[in-house]
Every structure is written in C-alpha cells, then in structure tokens.
T-cell receptor, first 111, second 113 residues
Framework: GENVEQHPSTLSVQEGDSAVIKCTYS??????FPWYKQELGKRPQLIID?????GEKKDQRIAVTLNKTAKHFSLHITETQPEDSAVYFC??????????FGQGTTLQVKP | DGGITQSPKYLFRKEGQNVTLSCEQN?????MYWYRQDPGQGLRLIYY???????QKGDIAEGYSVSREKKESFPLTVTSAQKNPTAFYLC????????????FGQGTRLTVV
C-alpha cells in the first residue's frame, strides 16, 4: 500500500541555524504534500503545503521542495527559533482520497 | 475552535469492552478521517470517508468500526478485537477532493485497563 517515510526522527539545532526534514512517498499518483506542526499536547496544524504542479513553495522562514521524479519532498526552516520546537509531520495525498502521514520528526531548537 | 470537536478528551475502559469515540464537525466538510497516534509511529490511518454513507478502510482498520450517517459526524468504535487499543486518536476533516487541507480535532486519549 501507500507509504511515506520521514527522516530524521529527531533533529536538534542551535537557534538561528537551518533545519531540513525529508520525506519519500511510494504512490506515484500522490499529488498533494502538506506539512503539519504539532506542539506538545496540541492538535496538528498545517504550516505549508505543495501540489504536484509546483516544485518549490516558500512562506517566510519555511519552504518546501518537491521532486516528483524521485518521489521525495523536503521541509526547510531557516533562522530557527525556540518556538519552532515541535513534532513535524509530512503527508501525501492523491486520487484515492487517502492522506498518508510520515512517522514524524521531533525538532528541538536550542537557545 | 477549529470547527471539529472530539469527545471526550480522556477515556478509560476495561479490557474487552467496546468504546465509541465521538467526532463532530461544523465546517460542512465532505471528507473525514480517523488516525491513531503512537510514539515514533506518526499518524496511522484507521478509516476515512469521502462522503456521507460511504467509508473505506485505512492501513490499520482491524478491530475498529465507523459509521457516516450524517455529514457532520464520524464516530469510531474501538472493539474488543483491537489487540492494543491504548493510544491517542485524532479525527480530521477536509473539504474533500484530492488536494485539500485536513483540520484536526483535539484528540481523545484512550486507556484500556
């Protein structure tokens, strides 16, 4: 079945540094790739998404890149801040209506 | 807040008992989802529904059942057949179609003792 692999599982960076989280997906029919942030004790919330007709999208300090040929996409956070500390999930959606999530990355930003 | 509500927030049940988790949305969304969250395993899809009166199994449907009799409601029943039911359960909804944002409820933490 469809699968989304996410790496790394944990990531620790110094405040101000960049953080990169990578995901690969198995279903070539996937065409929607959102990223969610889940703070401790809270629900996941969408931070950015990209569709298959776009290779890159940026929103302030957050950017996502998509390589459909290689079936992988990445989240880039620049100038990290302590409030960026959270669990981040990638996901892939397609024609079946399913939205499959990766295993999550715990990001710790050290002040 | 967010238009999608799960209840209760915490739920305790004895082993062998069925239990139903509630999920209601007032966003007029067609699609609804149930996910299970365990440490280190991300969000795993249990069931999803793209339209009222229709639903499909996700990756870990065994031991669970759902219904979608109303557009705004998608209850999940955890049956005694689920071998390891203690987990955090998240419900989500989206407008529907292929490329739409999913909005999550606040989750229900189920503990089976």
């Amino acid at each position: 079945g469809e699968n989304v692999e996410q790496h790394p599982s944990t990531l620790s960076v110094q405040e101000g540094d960049s953080a990169v989280i990578k995901c690969t997906y198995s279903d070539s029919a996937s065409n929607y790739f959102p990223w969610y942030k889940q703070e401790l004790g809270k629900r996941p919330q969408l931070i950015i998404d990209i569709r298959s007709n776009v290779g890159e999208k940026k929103d302030q300090r957050i950017a996502v890149t998509l390589n459909k040929t290689a079936k992988h996409f990445s989240l880039h956070i620049t100038e990290t801040q302590p409030e960026d500390s959270a669990v981040y999930f990638c996901a892939a959606g397609g024609g079946t209506g399913k939205l499959i999530f990766g295993q999550g990355t715990t990001l710790q930003v050290k002040p | 807040d967010g238009g999608i509500t799960q209840s209760p927030k915490y739920l305790f049940r004895k082993e062998g008992q069925n239990v139903t988790l509630s999920c209601e949305q007032n966003l007029n969304h067609d699609a609804m989802y149930w996910y299970r969250q365990d440490p280190g395993q991300g969000l795993r899809l249990i069931y999803y529904s793209q339209i009222v009166n229709d639903f499909q199994k996700g990756d870990i449907a065994e031991g669970y059942s759902v219904s979608r009799e109303k557009k705004e409601s998608f209850p999940l029943t955890v049956t005694s057949a689920q071998k390891n039911p203690t987990a955090f359960y998240l419900c989500a909804s989206s407008i529907g179609g292929q490329n739409t944002e999913a909005f999550f409820g606040q989750g229900t933490r189920l503990t089976v003792v």
